[in-house]
């Protein structure tokens, strides 16, 4: 139900439901466990199986999608079947990643959101087709669209980096056979972002260059205040965590 939401919803129900609302899901299993893991979870590999199998299938459906905003969306579920397969490893490092990975995808899907509905704004279309050659028409928005998307896949100096990190080090202490899920998972990742960028700035665009005006300065500074705590909470993650 979550790319349906998404597609219907305005932006502004877009970026609360990626960035807020999404995120309460995993909050709330963060207060139960401390009760749970009282009841001897057996069940907890099967979760973090069905997490992992999960999120390996819905990073391969992003490849399928012609719709910006179901792709992003579809990338929220492959980041929150990761942090609900480290949560239910139940050890430090799995609720601490959990825990950043939550923060900083919080503010990277919201802004990536929000960069499709400037395009949309635009083009009055959210499909990859017509979105082609923006480094050409906007060259403006292309930084932003690679700093989001490269934080999207976990580059270096994002919350997600170190999130992503930890979450893979809990579920490889857990059991060493989740390697090739996690390398399967942390690749299509990466991919499905090249994809989106690749196929979003490059090429000859095929509409018209009249229907385009200058990104407003509110536009850049609402890019701005998502990027900024997303990559310099970094700096003081030790003061988060403890």
Known sequence: ????????????????????????????????????????????????????????????????????????????????????????????????????????????????????????ERLFSRNLILNKGMLSMMPSLSLWWFMFLSSNMAAPLSLNLLGEVMLISSLVSWSFSLMLLLGLVS?????YSLYLFAFVQQGVSVMNLNNYYLVESREFLLLFLHWVPLNLLFLSVDYMLY
């Not at 099967?46 to 390996?56: A, D, F």
């Not at 690749?187 to 991919?191: L, T």
């Open 187 to 191: 690749f299509f990742s990466a991919g």
């Open 1 to 120: 139900w979550l790319p349906k939401a998404h597609l219907e919803a305005p932006i502004s129900g877009s970026m609360i439901l990626a960035g807020i609302m999404l995120k309460l899901g995993g909050y709330g299993i963060i207060r139960v466990l401390k009760i749970i893991s009282y009841l001897n979870m057996s069940f907890n590999s099967y979760l973090i199986m069905l997490s992992m199998m999960g999120g390996l299938l819905v990073s391969l459906m992003c490849f399928f999608q012609m719709d910006m905003k179901a792709l992003v969306a579809y990338s929220s579920v492959v980041h929150m079947g990761l942090m609900l397969a480290g949560l239910m490893t139940q050890t430090c490092w799995g609720v601490s990643g959990a825990y950043l990975v939550m923060i900083g995808h919080g503010l990277c899907s919201s802004g990536l959101f929000c960069l499709v509905n400037l395009n949309y």
